[in-house]
């Protein structure tokens, strides 16, 4: 890891962008969906199925996602795929996932997390 001064304040900008990617994850769904996606490419109604919303629910989150540039897609024939874009977010969204672990009091210490690769 870089070696960071506590002093260094992030510019402007960067806050900026940091603060958008966190909104696309301030909600249960679209952090969801984000995860399935790191790890493969899905149609809607697979995630759906996976996460427990509707069509229309998922099609929303995932429209908004990749408008933050998180999701990308593909058409093959009548179905599209979609896929996460980052591995930065993968490794933001691991932190938060383990982080939730040890809140939960499921995981201390150095015990193996859930939501490591």
Not at 8 to 17: G, K
Not at 19 to 31: G, H, I, K, N, Q
Not at 33 to 47: F, P, T, Y
Request: net charge negative; glycine share 4%.
């Amino acid at each position: 890891m870089p070696d960071v001064r506590a002093s260094s304040v992030p510019t402007d900008e960067h806050a900026q962008l940091a603060v958008e990617t966190f909104r696309m994850l301030a909600d249960p769904t679209r952090v969801k969906i984000l995860w399935l996606l790191l790890h493969d490419e899905h149609n809607v109604s697979a995630l759906c199925q996976e996460v427990g919303a509707s069509a229309p629910a998922v099609s929303q989150h995932l429209a908004k996602l990749r408008l933050a540039g998180l999701v990308t897609s593909r058409r093959e024939g009548t179905f599209i795929y979609y896929r996460a874009t980052s591995a930065h977010v993968r490794r933001l969204l691991t932190e938060a996932l383990s982080h939730a672990e040890h809140v939960a009091g499921e995981v201390s210490g150095d015990a193996p997390h859930s939501y490591r690769d």
